[in-house]
């Protein structure tokens, strides 16, 4: 199991050795993955080295559509609102 800054619990790599893995379970490990990272963690390189490590040698995986659809979630932040933004 490789346990490494982008994947600190090894689950992700574990999750491709589960024969018969279901997508609803790799989604749970997805969650379970993306709540253990450390708070300012760079997550879409972290995802972009997750899927070149596993996706792309296993692209029928279930957890490999879950990483590039996280990967395609991520998009850049936008203000929302507030009185800041008002007030300058």
Known sequence: MVRDAVDPK????????????????????FMDWALSL????????ALDVLIARHAETEPDHPMSGILRDGRKGMATPTRRGGRRGRVM
Not at 14 to 29: H, W
């Open 10 to 29: 090894g689950v992700i790599g574990e999750s491709y050795r589960i024969e018969g893995i279901r997508v609803e379970e790799c989604r749970s490990i």
């Open 38 to 45: 450390p708070d300012g963690a760079d997550t879409p390189g």
